[in-house]
Every structure is written in C-alpha cells, then in structure tokens.
C-alpha cells in the first residue's frame, strides 16, 4: 500500500506563511494569505497535540532548485529568500520522513510553485520555482526513490508539475481541477497525457465549475486511488491546493473543509505541499485544521465553515453523469497505457520534437521553446530546450538548455557535453544550460562574458 | 535591606542584601510537610538582630503550587469549554470533568455561533449538582472576544452562589485554547489554598513587625507583590529554577552569554542566558501532564548529579539517573562521581581513603587505575552535561520562524561563560568550560545564588494588545477590557505607544508602577487587510513586557 496508511509515528508540520513577503500589497498572494490560519492552527494547539511535531524550515540550497528548472539568466534571479525557505521546508520534511522521524508531513509554506515549469524566465500563475518538483528530484537524488506519485488537488490544473515531468514514466501525476475552459491557466484536458514514453502516466482530471465534495469524492474513489493501487509508488504526494473551496474567490468549486480533510484521510500522502487558496478567511484557516487533523489521524469531524451544513451543495444528475464521463475516460488512458507508449514510438525515429508557447501572467513574458528528446534505447534520453522569452516587442532572453537523465547512457552523456560545447559558440543564445542530473552538476555559461557558473 | 528566601527542593535558603552586597546567608532542611514553618525559620535566622524597619523588601520563592500540584492536593474543579468548531475537545485530555457548551467565536473575534444559554444553564445544573464549587470557563478565542465566557459565568454563578469562577481570557492573551483551558483550570484548583498560605504569611510578617512590601517569584524570574499574586497562584510554579538563573546574573558580568549549570546531589539542571537575558521557553511551562501558558525560563534537568550512583556492566560505565544515597566517602552505600572527584583531587570533601577504595573496587572490574578509573567517571558526567547544554542550544537554533528575517537571522551561538551553581560546582564547572571553549565562573555566593536572585530580581509584567481597526475595536486581553478604535489607518509605532500607556496603567494597579518604564515591545505585528483590492483595516498585535532583571542599585560581583 503506498502513502502513509498504516504506518506509526508523528505528523511533521511546517508552517512558514511568510508574513514578510507579498507579490504586490493587495495581490492574492500577500503577507495576510496564512494569517488567520496561523490563528486558527495556534488557537487549536495543534503542535502540541503528540500526534504532530513542528519543524524550523531551511532555506533549499540553489542546487536544489537547478536540479529542476532551467532559471533565466541564473537562480539567483528568480527566487527570493521566500522561495528558497519554502523549497527548503518540504526538503526538511522529506529528510524527517526518511529518517523515520515522521510518519508523515505538511509543509504549510507560501510562495506557491505548481505553474512554474522546467524554464523559469519569470513568475506565473503566482510561482517562481516549483516547490513540488524540487521535492521529488531532492527525493530521488539523495533517498534513490523510483516511482513517485503526485496528486495535484489545487484547483487550478497543475501546468508547471506536468510540464516538469512529462516525459517520465516514473512520475505519475495526476490534477482534477476545474476545467481549462472556464479557469487559469486553461489547460488540463483528458488528451494532455505526457510525452511519447511516459503516456498516461500524466493523467488530468477537469471537473465542471460547482462540483462538490461527492464529485470530487468520486474522482478520488474510482479513479485516483485505484491508480495508485496499480502503479505503486514509493511515495505519494498531495500538491495541496485548497481553492477548490466553496468560497474561494478566484474559483468556482464546491469543495469544503471536511471534504478536504477526508480526501487527505483517503489518500493518506507521505507529504503535502500547499499551492493556493486565496478564501483566506472563510477557508484555509478551517481547510488547514481540518488537512493536518486527517494527516495526524485525530477526529476532523468538529471542523466547519460557521455558514457550512452537510447537503449544503447537491450535484445535478448533469453534472454527475459529466464527472462519471471524465472518470471513465480517463480510466480507459490508464488501462492501455502500454499500447498507448508502443504505438507512439514506433511512429518516431530517433528523437521526439515538439514546440511550445509559454505564457507567464504575472510577468507579462511570452515564451516559445523547442524541445527534443532523445529516444535512446538504452538509457530515459537526454533533452534539449531551445528558449526565447520575449515581453512585448522586446527579447528578454534566448538561452539553450540541455538535460542529462538520472542513469544516462554514455553515448546520450557523449552527445549531450557535445551540444553543450557546440552551444556555447553559438552567438545566438545569451545562456546556455547543461543540468546533469546523472553526476548532480548543474552549469550556466554566459555566452557573452564567456564566464561559466556552476551549482 | 533586601531579603531573599528560596524555599528549595533539600535546603532553603535565605539571603540579606545591603547595599548591593549579600551580607548574611542561612540554611534550613526544607520540611516539604511544612514549608511555611521551614521558611519562618529562614527568616528568623537571617533577621535575627536585624532592625525590621530596615527592611525594604522580601522576596519568596516556594514550591508550595508545585507540590501542591505533583502531589495532588489540589482542589477539584469542573471545566466548561465553548469550544466551537475545530478540534474534537476529547483530543487535548483535559480530564473528565469537562463540560462542552455550543456556541463560538472565531479568529477575528466575531460571534459565528450563539451561546446555547440553555446549554449552559444545564451545564451548571449539572456541575452543582456533582458537588464542584471551582469551575474554569474558556472559550476557543475568548481572547479575542470574551461576551461568552462572561455570560457564561453569569450563568454559572447564578446557578452555584459563591462559586468560585475563573475566567480563561483573564489568564493569557495567547493563542492556544487547551492551554488556556489547563492554566484556567489550575488557577482555580490552587488558588484558595494559595491564598491560605499568603495569608499565613502576611500574619507571621506582621507579627515580626516587618511592615515592607512582600514579593513572590515568578517561573519567568519576576517578581510580583504577594496581594497580586492571589490572581495568578500558577505563575509561582517552577520559581526555583529561575531564582538560580536569576542568581547566577547578578553574579556574574552583564550582557554575557552564559550557560547556567545547577549540580545538585540528584540532578543538573541547566538555563541559558543569551546577552544577558535569560532565555525563556518559547511555549509556556508543563506543569505535570498539562501544558500550560505559565511563561517560564527554559530550563533542562537531567538526572545526573554529585551522588549519582556508578554502576558498571561489561566494560562500560554509566553514571545515574538513580541515586542511592550519599557518596562512599560521605559514608554512603555506593560509588559516586563524588568519590571520583576526591581521588582526582578535584574536591576535598569527604573522605580520602574511602573514596579511593571506590575507585579501586571500579578500577578492578574495568581493568583501569583507581585515578584512570575516577578519571573516567568525571569524563562521563561532563560528557553529558556538554552534551545536554549543546542539545539546548541546538533546540534554541531549531524554534520555528514564520518571518525571513528571523531565519535569516539566528544563526549559531556559543556560550562566553559557564556558570556553575550547587554543590557540584566548583570542581566540574571549569571542566565542562574547557569543553566549551568557555570562561568558567563559580561565584563566591554560588550556594545560594538562588536566594540571591530571589532577593534581587525586579518584577515582570505581560500586557497583549490587539487592535482591529475594520471591526474597529481593541482588546486588552489579560485585563478583560475593550474599546473602540476610530482610526482605520492607525500604524504600529501608534499602537505600540498606547501598549506603553495601558501597560504603565496596568503596571500601577498591581502596586510595580515604578517599573513601567522597563518596559519593552517583546512582539509586534501588523497586517492590512484587503478585501477585494482594497485596504479595509488593519490588524495590530503588541505585546509589552516588562522583562526580568535586576533590581537598580544592585551591584554585579
């Protein structure tokens, strides 16, 4: 069984709501986000409870973050102290889980990460760097993990997650959310299902706008868990978005606290991440308890909204035909993802192409890439990135970006430092990127400055 | 002249200061049957031939709430909870005497839920009829409005005449509701018999004709006058400790840090003192199984002292926890990190040749040396108690943080002086100072360093403002007063001067006005709140503290 079902020990918590550190003073993402929850939490004496045990946050070392992204011009540039502190607390969490300090944990942390994706130029969707990510790569580089599982809850697709791990069979990651059509960032349909060797194993789940607890419940028992029966991961990990809630104000959904809490309950997480939830009064400070409470398997059945009651929202028998629809079609992508892989590479030849357009809302940058992938016999394959981040009618940066898989093979570790060095004389690009996850050694070469950096 | 009296755990002890030099000291064995009587008999032997009306000021620190507590002599107490929404109340185990009334109030301190009137007047049927006379009455953030606790003691005392009833918002202004509902519920189970020994005391005091203000030492090193101290019994719990820290800084060089290391017979018990200010624990004091919001130094005991017995298996070596009696060369039962340091010449008490058969019997089974072998059992307590103080100061880096700069901040420490304490002191203070890099300081009071911070410590005072400007209201917590806010826009620095202002008045009604002006803003915070995409208020958090110290006028050794 995977996740922490059964398993003893305390509950590891961090709160950092980062009271000093805000997007803008009345952006969504603000000083105040986590405040009344911080009340709620303290008042209730949660870290007393011998269920749970507090942790100090760290700050991730700028290795942890070159690891996963690709950050223009350098990491330094892209994330703040916060960042680094929120990183770094799932990091603290993961090292207590692996030593067996804790059954299980939460990092109640703030700036968020799941839009932000493999090339950072800027912030989107109120992310810089993606804490979930940087998790799973700290969990496979030092503990050896194979397979992880992520459920993104939050309501809004899990783009930057997705993105990040599209291409690995390994990394099965699954996001319900309210669909694209009606909500930022407007993507996570069915058919976005991973790269060619990885199908399936990004699975999206896009729920209509006022699904409540039963749909998203239904979601959770015919789908996801069952999934994660089968795909057995050394670990699960909930990217814990509480704007599914029936009062969050950027969204529609309605979800509510007890909701949150069995689902937690349910699929019983090794550790949660917070991404969003912007109901910061009418809702986290309840969400919260109620997710620490079902971690720390106390009786979550005294945390209510003050105007909540049980039947409060009905589903349609529309909408739930819809939900059982979306189930079922999603399922059937499960069940021949094999068939899915085979078919997709003997269509392809040696390696696998394809062009994107990114764009980042809270920076204003439009971003178009060209990403290869090596479909190497022997080993995962190393990638390519090609980028141009462009604001307005101006071009920030064109950088070229290469990745070396855990376990390459020699010839793509070969083939790989040749592009690094071929790139590097290439005049075109600003920056050029060799992430080696193979050696963990992560360089930046400036190409004007012909200055080399190394994390 | 300023007396001090340390009613301890073995010995009580007392101290008379004079112009800023200790100028007489007594010892009494502690009666834990009759302390009253055994601190008479301190004072008594430290005034004999002492003019009363010389004297300025007395300060008590005593066990009585802790014993009272570890021994269960409490009295019984029914606890009403408003608990609201959240936590299941059966989780916190708070005993079975805990009644639950709906109704609730949340964060901000608005009313999400009424009081069931009914519910409550049922309640204190219910608890009269089982007989309790002391009922604690907390609501989940009563301190941020307290309309249902207040009406819910209207209820009770009108169902139970001459109740005694406890208030959780009057006892802290804290978050964290089991807490408060622990320390309210401690305060009612002690403060009838608390009051009974303040008023033996006040009779014996009058009756020696010493008519000086009387004080009370408190777990966070301050001192409060006897009559206020009625209020708040819980606070005296655990003042011993803080009167050896206290000791050790008007012993020692100010504005130092410096590891405090009290070895006794039985146990060590350790503080720090972090650029002069001893270090409180960031969460207030256990007090038994509960935790409690009682604000307390951080202090770690560990079973380790001068008469721990030795016990060998194999070829190793452990030291405690149990003790046996006294030390061989002190004509007890077995072999001890006293007899250790006897041989090694570190210490002169006892006897020699005693002590040396000791070592020898340890020497024979470990195949060491007498002197290898005591050699050995001082490494192994020093190891410990190293251990144990780099443990503390590990724990003092590892405290959670919820703002960047206080990450970014705390970094290492290292501790300039290691202060000893108690009988085991002198010989193994400079021992564990070496270890830690440290300057080894054994004051020449240090038996009574206990007394002497008793005598020589100021008082200390809390207050917790909250201001909400959107509801425009400001709550003083601890007081149960509030009141109305017009300005919306109303910024920190202004916040903070009328903390002063209602401090410097609280400060007067408990009789430590003069003290006002020591105080300090310990916490503060501000958040706008903007709802759709604008400011609507402000949410201001003060606290002001008068923190512990000196007294003026007392001049460091």
């Known amino acids: 069984m995977a996740g922490s079902k059964g398993k003893k020990g305390k509950t590891g918590l961090i709160f950092f709501p980062a009271f000093d550190w805000a997007i803008s003073p009345t952006h969504p993402e603000r000083e105040e986000r986590l405040l009344y929850t911080r009340d709620q939490i303290f008042e209730e004496g949660l870290m007393d409870l011998p269920q749970i045990e507090e942790f100090k946050p760290r700050l991730a070392e700028l290795k942890d973050i070159a690891r996963v992204h690709f950050c223009v011009p350098d990491v330094e540039a892209q994330v703040t102290e916060a960042h680094l502190i929120a990183a770094g607390s799932t990091l603290t969490l993961a090292d207590a889980l692996e030593s067996g300090q804790i059954r299980n944990g939460f990092a109640l942390v703030r700036p968020p990460g799941h839009h932000s994706m493999t090339v950072a130029h800027g912030n989107r969707g109120f992310c810089n760097v993606n804490n979930m990510a940087i998790l799973v790569e700290y969990l496979r580089t030092k503990y050896g993990h194979k397979k992880i599982a992520v459920i993104d809850t939050d309501v809004h697709h899990g783009d930057g997650t997705q993105e990040i791990f599209w291409h690995d069979p390994d990394v099965l990651c699954i996001s319900f959310h309210q669909d694209g059509h009606t909500l930022y960032p407007g993507s996570g349909f069915v058919n976005e299902m991973g790269g060619p060797r990885a199908l399936a194993r990004t699975l999206n789940v896009p729920l209509p706008p006022g699904t409540t607890d039963e749909g998203i419940h239904y979601v959770l028992d015919n789908l996801i868990l069952p999934i994660l029966d089968e795909f057995k991961p050394d670990l699960v990990l909930n990217s814990a978005g509480q704007d599914n809630h029936y009062t969050d104000p950027l969204a529609n959904m309605r979800f509510s606290a007890n909701g949150y809490a069995r689902l937690n309950e349910k699929l019983s997480p090794d550790l949660c991440v917070l991404e969003g939830g912007y109901a910061i009064e009418t809702a986290l400070p309840y969400v919260n308890t109620g997710i620490i409470q079902a971690m720390a398997g106390l009786d979550y059945s005294h945390v209510r909204e003050p105007d909540f009651e049980p039947g409060r929202f009905v589903q349609s028998e529309t909408m739930k035909r819809e939900i059982e629809s979306t189930v079922a079609q999603v399922q059937s992508l499960w069940d021949k993802r094999d068939d899915l892989v085979d078919v997709a590479l003997s269509e392809l030849g040696d390696f696998y192409r394809r062009r994107k357009r990114i764009f980042y809302d809270t920076d204003m940058i439009n971003e178009n890439q060209e990403e290869a992938v090596r479909l190497c016999p022997n080993c995962p394959g190393y990638t390519t990135i090609s980028s141009q981040g462009q604001r307005g009618y101006g071009t920030l940066n064109n950088v070229y970006c290469i990745s070396i898989p855990r376990h390459a093979c020699s010839d793509c570790k070969t083939d790989a430092m040749e592009e690094y060095k071929e790139h590097i004389e290439d005049r075109k690009y600003s920056y050029v990127y060799l992430q080696d996850k193979d050696r963990d050694k992560y360089l930046i070469y400036n190409v004007r400055t012909r200055n080399q950096k190394s994390y | ?557």
């Open chain 2, 1 to 557: 002249m300023l007396i001090g009296i340390d009613v301890g755990g073995t010995t009580t002890d007392a101290v008379l200061v004079e112009a800023g030099q200790v100028k007489k000291t007594a010892y009494v064995p502690t009666d834990h049957q009759n302390l009253l009587n055994c601190l008479l008999e301190a004072l008594d032997q430290i005034i004999a031939g002492v003019q009363p009306s010389r004297i300025e000021r007395v300060v008590l620190s005593t066990t009585l709430i802790t014993n009272m507590i570890a021994e269960g002599k409490t009295d019984p107490v029914a606890l009403m909870l408003i608990p609201g929404p959240g936590t299941n109340p059966q989780d916190y185990h708070l005993g079975d005497d805990t009644i639950i009334v709906k109704g609730a109030i949340d964060y901000r301190g608005r009313e999400i839920q009424k009081l069931d009137e009914a519910g409550a007047e049922k309640a204190a049927a219910d608890i009269s009829a089982r007989g309790f006379s002391k009922v604690a009455i907390v609501g989940k953030f009563g301190q941020r409005n307290h309309a249902h606790e207040l009406k819910a003691g209207e209820i009770v005392s009108a169902a139970i005449p001459n109740a005694q009833i406890e208030l959780g918002h009057r006892v802290s202004g804290q978050l964290n509701f089991p807490r408060r509902a622990a320390t309210t519920m401690l305060t009612a189970a002690t403060k009838e018999k608390y009051r009974e020994f303040a008023d033996h005391i006040t009779r014996a005091f009058e009756q020696r004709r010493i008519s000086c203000p009387i004080y009370i030492l408190k777990a966070d090193g301050g001192t409060l006058p006897l009559q206020t101290s009625l209020e708040m019994p819980v606070e005296t719990i655990f003042s011993g400790p803080a009167a050896s820290t206290m000791g050790v800084m008007a012993l020692t060089p100010p504005d130092q840090t410096s590891v405090v290391v009290d070895i006794g017979g039985t146990t060590t018990d350790l503080a720090l003192i972090l650029s002069g200010k001893p270090l409180l624990s960031s969460k207030g004091a256990r007090v038994d199984s509960l935790l409690t919001h009682v604000r307390a130094f951080a202090v770690r005991s560990l079973a380790i002292g001068g008469d721990s017995a030795i016990t060998v298996s194999g070829n190793c070596l452990a030291v405690g926890p149990q003790r046996l009696g006294a030390a061989l060369c002190m004509g007890g039962p077995t072999a001890t990190p006293t007899d250790a340091m006897r041989v090694l010449g570190l210490s002169g008490i006892g006897d020699l040749g005693r002590a040396r058969k000791a070592m020898e019997d340890l020497g024979r089974q470990l195949g060491l040396t007498p002197t290898e072998a005591a050699q050995m059992v001082v490494d192994a307590v020093v190891d410990k108690i190293v251990s144990e103080i780099r443990q503390m100061f590990l724990e003092w880096e590892e405290e959670p943080a919820y703002r960047i700069w206080e990450i970014m901040q705390r970094g290492e420490i290292e501790a300039q002086n290691v202060a000893g304490v108690g009988g085991g002191a002198p010989p193994l203070v400079p021992l564990i100072a070496q270890r830690m890099g440290a300057r080894p300081i054994v004051p020449d009071y240090a038996p009574v360093a206990n007394a002497v911070g008793a005598a020589v410590a100021r008082p200390t005072l809390t207050l917790s403002l909250r201001i909400d400007t959107e509801r425009g209201e400001y709550i003083i917590a601890e007081e149960g007063v509030t009141g109305k806010v017009g300005d919306r826009k109303m910024n920190l620095e202004e916040a903070e001067k009328m903390a002063r202002r209602l401090l410097a008045e609280r400060a007067e009604r408990l009789g430590i006005g003069e003290y006002a002006g020591e105080a300090e803003v310990t916490y503060s915070e501000v958040f706008n709140m903007v709802r759709g995409w604008s400011t609507v208020g402000r949410l201001l958090s003060v606290r002001m503290e008068i923190p512990a110290g000196l007294l003026t006028g007392w001049e460091r050794c």
